[in-house]
């Protein structure tokens, strides 16, 4: 699966709790939200998935550790380092420094991830889709800044002109990511972020071609409910590019993998059903579900239905 950070954690765990323990999940993650702050490297969405899937995330806040404490960031504010208004807590911390000296220490990001997530059974394989640094600017008419500036200090309140990816002309796939693209039985669009999260992935050169040329059913599952963007701002990011927040808009912005877009197939939620034949003519097989991805048994059942949608794709798939 192509994963963000929130919608990715709540889908990864549904597809988890959906497959049987035989079964081989590998998360191609986001990594445009990632930043060096107050010395150490921070990625907010592996650490989403990181933490969701290990079972130690804050679930009610919806970010970071759970039991967590704030000394260090108390420290750092006092000190005048950092952003005040993000804030590193003392466990999260423990996570960016580990991770931050395996880097400096010459290990790759795809490397350091995977040490990191060694420490629990997580069920998964957590890869970030380039070893390369993507940090997600916006444009507004307030200057440029970090994409998390954008997100957590603004609140997307700032109109962003643009999304700009520093360096992801010159970024690469990661070769473990093309592999399990390459591989995959099948593969699964997070309800994540279609511009900052599952576009910024897209945009990695060499990405858009691992999935072209893979054999593999591509299904995504839609991140809008009822025409909205639920639990966030991202109608925000789809303002920017001129998207609507709309089930059917989300999926032509992806587009139709038999007329040159990505998608094979669309799960739209059961609120937007009068979407359905919009989809279709868009010439991707749609079903309408409920997409709540409640923990537990509905996000699985959200899970098993995407999982559903990609046999009938492949059932319908012209032989060889
Ligand atoms: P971020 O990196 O933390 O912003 O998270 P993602 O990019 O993975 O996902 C954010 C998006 O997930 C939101 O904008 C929502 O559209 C979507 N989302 C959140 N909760 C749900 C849910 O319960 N169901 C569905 N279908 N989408 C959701
Ligand atoms: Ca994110």
Redesign the pocket.
């Given at each position: 699966m192509l994963?963000?950070?929130?919608?990715?954690?709540?889908f990864a765990l549904g597809l988890r709790d959906a497959t049987a323990a035989a079964d081989d999940i590998r998360i191609v993650a986001?990594v445009g939200?990632d930043v060096w702050l107050a010395g150490v490297k921070v990625c907010?969405?592996l650490d989403?998935l990181l933490y969701a899937l290990a079972g130690v995330g804050d679930t009610e806040r919806g970010w970071g550790r759970a039991g967590e404490s704030e000394r260090v960031a108390a420290e750092l504010t006092a000190y005048g380092v950092g952003w005040p208004w993000f804030t590193l807590g003392d466990l999260d911390l423990g996570t960016h420094l580990a991770r931050s000296a395996m880097l400096r220490d010459g290990a790759t990001l795809t490397e350091a991830t995977a040490r990191l997530a060694a420490r629990w059974p997580i069920g998964a394989t957590l890869l970030p889709a380039t070893d390369d640094e993507v940090p997600t600017h916006v444009v507004t008419d307030e200057g440029t800044m970090h994409f998390e500036e954008w997100w957590v200090r603004t609140r997307a309140q700032v109109p962003a002109r643009r999304f700009v990816q520093h360096g992801l002309e010159r970024s690469r796939i990661s070769p473990a990511a093309r592999a399990v693209i390459a591989d995959a039985d099948v593969i699964l669009l997070?309800?994540?972020?279609p511009v900052v999260?599952i576009g910024t992935i897209l945009g990695i050169p060499g990405v858009r071609d691992a999935l072209e040329t893979a054999t593999a059913p591509i299904v995504g599952?839609?991140?809008?409910?009822g025409g909205r963007?639920?639990?966030?701002m991202?109608a925000a990011c789809l303002d920017t590019i001129g998207v609507e927040a709309d089930a059917a808009a989300v999926a032509a912005h992806y587009g139709a993998r038999s007329r040159g877009g990505l998608l094979d197939g669309w799960l739209l939620?059961e609120e937007d059903a009068g979407s359905l034949e919009r989809v279709e003519a868009l010439g991707i097989r749609a079903a309408a579900r409920p997409?709540?991805?409640?923990a537990g048994e509905p996000a699985a059942q959200v899970a098993r239905d995407a999982l559903e949608l990609s046999a009938a794709v492949r059932a319908s798939a012209p032989a060889g």
């Open positions: 994963a963000g950070g929130v919608g990715g954690a709540r986001n939200d907010p969405d989403s997070a309800p994540s972020n999260s599952v839609s991140p809008i409910i963007a639920v639990r966030g991202a939620a997409l709540w991805l409640t």
